[in-house]
Antibody
């Protein structure tokens, strides 16, 4: 059974870069997309972006100028970097596996089926 | 960006009652709509994929329906363990988005 575990500093200073890693265990990182999602305290979910195991990415335009997602297949890990953070970036950050379903007509749909437990990141001096 | 609007925001329900949560998309998303359950201090858990497809291990009292812009999550015969916040999520077009959530409380 695939499991995901987020890791990284729980406290980041304003204007610095938030760096998190998601380690995939119980399965290979290959052949899937992998995503980051965040949830500010008491609020809803926000999709940050995803990466394919080959390295292609897609980001939320609201964060695109500050976000980089990368993958290290040799370590079965993918990572998130968010630059120039402010208090508004304080949130629980989740990583998730993106699975796909196939429909007739060569159509694929995507959904996030396995999530990590999440890690809390606070932006404060 | 596609906006998903859930209703209601909050629902207080007695056990064994039926719960209906709706999710409306700002434009057609086909059936690329998924439902998640999030209990306090836990990560979201996938309940329904592609509007109505069941997920292995999820109790059969959870079901989904809809297509286009209007979707429904139904919980038949609510149990105490179903107290949670429920989110819809669309993956039809980028950026992926979520509804604001519906909190279900057990009376």
């Amino acid at each position: 059974q695939v499991q995901l575990q987020e890791s990284g500093p729980g406290l980041v200073k304003p204007s610095e870069t938030l760096s998190l890693t998601c380690t995939v265990s119980g399965g290979s990182i290959s052949s899937y997309y992998w995503s980051w999602i965040r949830q500010p305290p008491g609020k809803g979910l926000e999709w940050i972006g995803y990466i394919y195991y080959s390295g292609s990415t897609n980001y939320n335009p609201s964060l695109k100028s500050r976000v980089t997602i990368s993958v290290d297949t040799s370590k079965n890990q993918f990572s998130l970097k968010l630059s120039s953070v402010t208090a508004a970036d304080t949130a629980v950050y989740y990583c998730a596996r993106v699975n796909s379903g196939y429909l007739p007509g060569n159509y694929y749909y995507y959904y996030m089926d396995v999530w990590g437990k999440g890690t809390t990141v606070t932006v404060s001096s | 960006e596609i906006v998903l609007t859930q209703s209601p925001d909050f629902q207080s329900v007695t056990p064994k009652e039926k719960v209906t949560i709706t999710c409306r998309a700002s434009q057609s998303i086909g059936s690329s709509l998924h439902w998640y359950q999030q209990k306090p201090d836990q990560s979201p858990k996938l309940l329904i994929k592609y509007a109505s497809q069941s997920i292995s291990g999820v109790p059969s009292r959870f079901s989904g329906s809809g297509s286009g812009t209007d979707f429904t999550l139904t919980i038949n015969s609510l149990e105490a363990e179903d107290a949670a916040t429920y989110y819809c999520h669309q993956s039809s077009s980028l950026p992926w988005t979520f509804g604001q959530g519906t909190k279900v409380e057990i009376k």
